[in-house]
């Protein structure tokens, strides 16, 4: 059959097509890899040997520039008894980002097949973002694990079994090869499933040919197949398996089904597919990502949280008997600016609803006019003279945007002391003592996500808590190194750069979408990020829906009382209306020192 053909059918025509690849020849390299196995750096050699031979294979026999191919010394060096895994992305049914679901596919695969090699054969180019890094995470974490890269497209699964990976496959000394589907995850009862042995016996409920099939035909495009495939090394297994795979159903068929994952063990998932149409939908699908499953105790989310945080356990941060946040409040002032009534009204909800211990106003130029006069008296006030960053992680800073600056400045003084940051456009109508108690590096919320394309969402920094010595916040500081590779996009590290790292670090962090709800003017309205955007004219928003209402761009001018007391004689009953009439009247905060 076709899937036995070699390209290089005997060792003898293999010498003769071999050429020299910047002067090294392949025998020259065996030669090189025998001589340096047996020292500390041989695992390097191995894959420097098996670069270079991709590199031969792909040049020197134009006849198959679909052939996949490694050197003989690296096959060698597995267990023959144990699996090889390849998994293979397509550019096209992944919309050319290497995502969560292959990422998660990739992991599921070491992680309960435990095999002797793993490769990952991609057919067309992933588009990389700077929210789509995937791969390059995965190469990192994970070097074991081979990309090869195919010169011609996939015009279907099939083609792409037979003709590149039972090839490869044959060529290799293992007995048992698995085949898995980037949109397809493994679970821990695969194995129990399908082998009773590591020699790779089948059960004998399964096909006596020793070819195990849990696939089926995606429903929108019949050329692609779902799921998992393992087949034992002889030509019967491989010839049912051809014939397996050009009769697979529409019908999902085989034990990646609801009923399995419904069993109320995760452990004894064998593997789950985006094909399913069931009840856990809605959270595995083609655009899954991580906080989809940070919190959830279904058989799905623990499998899951397994695989991406090696703990089957929520990912949400308990709480403690005692704060672990200070009851500090940490405000940035820079620049040489008149303390307007809009940062009066602000500052007075701080004091007197947040009711900090300190209100620390760390800026270059202390503030001034009426209604600073107003607040300075009070003894909680506490004004520190703080230079504005001139660098940061290498970055010249002297250029940059003040709002930019005083992103860097909050980080670093947050860490520094711990606490809540304010911005002075936030006016607060609920105490937040309870959150302090969490066991959290950074309590935050969600802003609009078109700020960074890609991005499921993004981190709202106008308020935010923090502890003292948060390692989140060290991450966070540490991606402006990167600053000038996005020098001109205001948000990409102050705030979409933290929910890369909320993904991957989710028990450091807390998510509460009613901390502050943000005003965006160009809608004329606030969005709760609690709600999705179809449903935002079905729910009427009440004052104490959030603890803190965010107005960055207030509709009208602020300057001074007269101009609210203009506004609040309207008719108007909408949230915004309400929030200021509520601080308002606020009784006056100042506590003389």
């Known amino acids: 059959m076709t899937a036995t053909m070699s390209c290089f059918p005997d060792d003898s025509q293999r010498a003769t097509d071999d050429s020299d690849v910047d002067g090294v020849g392949r025998d020259d390299l065996e030669s090189q890899i025998a001589l340096k196995m047996n020292t500390p750096g041989a695992l390097l050699w191995i894959i420097w040997a098996a670069v270079i031979n991709w590199q031969i294979a792909s040049i020197s026999d134009n006849r198959c520039p679909r052939r996949i191919e490694t050197l003989k010394q690296l096959e060698e060096k597995f267990d023959s008894t144990r699996p090889v895994v390849y998994l293979y992305w397509y550019s096209a049914v992944n919309r050319d980002h290497f995502n969560w679901l292959n990422y998660m596919s990739v992991v599921s695969a070491i992680k309960f097949i435990d095999p002797s090699a793993i490769y990952v054969v991609m057919y067309g180019d992933s588009r990389r973002s700077f929210y789509f890094t995937l791969e390059e995470e995965l190469k990192e974490k994970f070097p074991e694990v081979q990309f090869i890269q195919m010169a011609s497209s996939l015009e279907n699964d099939s083609s792409a079994i037979t003709e590149d990976i039972l090839p490869h496959f044959l060529q290799s000394r293992r007995e048992v090869g698995i085949i898995v589907a980037t949109d397809t995850l493994v679970g821990p009862a695969l194995w129990d499933l399908c082998f009773t042995n590591s020699s790779g016996s089948c059960n004998s409920s399964l096909d006596t040919d020793g070819v195990f099939v849990s696939a089926n035909r995606r429903y929108y495009d019949r050329s692609f197949i779902s799921g998992i495939v393992v087949f034992r090394r002889n030509e019967s297994s491989l ?97 040489k600016r008149e303390f307007h009534f809009i940062h009066y009204l602000s500052f007075k909800s701080v004091l007197t609803v947040v009711n900090p211990r300190r209100v620390f106003i760390h800026g270059d130029v202390e503030p001034f006019g009426v209604y600073w006069d107003r607040v300075k008296p009070d003894h909680r006030v506490v004004f520190v003279p ?113 929910y890369k790292i909320y993904e991957r670090r989710p028990e450091r962090v807390l998510i509460d979408n009613h901390l502050q709800v943000v005003w965006f003017n160009g809608w004329k309205r606030f969005i709760p990020r609690w709600l999705a955007l179809r449903d935002l004219d079905k729910v009427e928003l009440s004052l104490y829906d959030a603890y803190a209402w965010h107005v960055p761009d207030m509709p009208f001018d602020l300057t001074d009382e007269t101009q609210l007391d203009g506004y609040l004689n309207t008719p108007d009953d909408t949230i915004l209306h309400k929030i200021l009439r509520f601080v308002k009247y606020l009784p006056d905060p100042a506590r003389p020192k």
């Open 239 to 335: 010839r049912l398996l051809e014939g397996k795979l050009n009769s697979l159903p529409e019908e999902y068929s085989g034990p990646c089904v609801d009923q399995v994952i419904d069993s109320g063990d995760w452990e004894r998932i064998p593997c789950v597919t985006t094909l399913r149409r069931g009840r856990y939908h809605e959270t595995f699908h083609d655009h899954i990502t991580p906080e989809l499953v940070h919190s959830g105790n279904s058989p799905l989310h623990r499998l899951i949280r397994t695989v991406l945080y090696d703990s089957p356990e929520e990912t949400t941060p308990r709480k403690l008997d005692q704060p672990a946040i200070p009851n500090d409040v940490h405000m940035i002032w820079f620049g």
């Open 386 to 498: 703080t230079k504005q960053p001139t660098e940061v992680m290498g970055v010249n800073f002297t250029d940059v945007p003040m709002e930019h600056k005083a992103d860097v400045a909050r980080l670093e003084i947050l860490r520094q002391y711990g606490g809540l940051y304010s911005d002075f456009d936030v006016f607060w109508v609920r105490p937040i003592d309870h959150l302090r108690y969490y066991d959290a590096d950074v309590i935050a919320s969600y802003d609009m996500a078109p700020h960074c394309i890609d991005f499921p969402n993004i981190i709202q920094i106008g308020v935010f808590l923090a502890r003292k010595g948060s390692e989140f916040l060290k991450l966070w500081y540490e991606g402006y190194r990167n600053y000038d590779l996005y020098r001109g996009h205001w948000a990409a590290i102050s705030m979409c750069y933290p």
